[in-house]
């Protein structure tokens, strides 16, 4: 059974950083894309970064490309989502996620069959 479990979430102030972890259980990590999501209050889950197999090909919703970085580590079936320069907007529960072996990474949520529980971050102005 996948399991995907995040951590690294918590209260910032604007123009922090912080880092979230997601470490993925019950497959082989190396098979899979992964991709992180946001959801805040009242609004629709949203794409935030997602990353291929080998971690060589990174992809950003807008609104943060500059500010975000996500990365993996293969050995450790651990992906990450740097987060510099922290908006108010940036408020959410963020989510990690994974699609089905070999399978791209993608920017919809239906690109993605398994998901964690999600860590909130709140970015206070």
């Known amino acids: 059974q996948v399991q995907l479990v995040e951590s690294g979430g918590g209260l910032v102030q604007a123009g922090d950083s912080l880092r979230l972890s997601c470490t993925a259980s019950?497959?082989?990590?190396?098979?899979?894309?992964m991709g992180w999501f946001r959801q805040a209050s009242g609004k629709e889950r949203q794409f935030v970064a997602a990353?291929?197999?080998?971690?060589?090909?990174?992809y950003y919703a807008d609104s943060v490309k500059g500010r975000f970085t996500i990365s993996r580590d293969n050995a450790k079936n651990t992906v990450y989502l740097q987060g510099n320069n922290l908006k108010p907007e940036d408020t959410a529960v963020y989510y990690c996620?994974?699609?089905?072996?070999?399978?791209?990474?993608?920017?919809?949520?239906?690109?993605?069959?398994?998901w964690g529980q999600g860590t909130q971050v709140t970015v206070s102005s």
């Open positions: 996620a994974s699609p089905k072996p070999y399978m791209p990474a993608g920017r919809r949520r239906d690109d993605y069959d398994y």
């Open positions: 019950g497959h082989t990590f190396s098979r899979h894309a």
């Open positions: 990353i291929n197999r080998s971690g060589r090909g990174t």
